[in-house]
Nanobody
């Protein structure tokens, strides 16, 4: 019913920048919030940044001052601009969407995950 397609990961040197994108498509009625999480090897998945439909944002302490989350509501797309990257930012980054899916005359709330995109920061 809904797909989240991520792009923009890759390999970058420490101090460099990357921009991740995540586009949601399908029978979407509305999106409450979208966000980015990451999971490094041997660690739990953690929140990086999240943005609501109204534009309110929250960031992990590790992301504050370096990462910026934004969204294009018309395109159902969320972006994560990552600057001053560090080796400890290396992880698989997952897009997440809290949204309502249309089904006939009803809409149902779901939480979706993207397939993940690898970000590797070399020292």
């Amino acid at each position: 019913q809904v797909q989240l397609v991520e792009s923009g990961g890759g390999l970058v040197q420490a101090g460099g920048s990357l921009r991740l994108s995540c586009a949601a498509s399908g029978t979407i009625f509305s999106i409450n919030a979208m966000g980015w999480y990451r999971q490094a090897p041997g660690k739990q998945r953690e929140l990086v940044a999240r943005i609501t439909s109204g534009g309110s944002t929250n960031y992990a302490d590790s992301a504050k001052g370096r990462f910026t989350i934004s969204r294009d509501n018309a395109k159902n797309t969320v972006y994560l601009q990552m600057n001053s990257l560090k080796p400890e930012d290396t992880a698989v980054y997952y897009c997440n969407a809290d949204l309502y899916v249309s089904s006939g005359l009803r809409s149902t709330r779901y939480n979706y995950w993207g397939q993940g995109t690898q970000v590797t920061v070399s020292s």
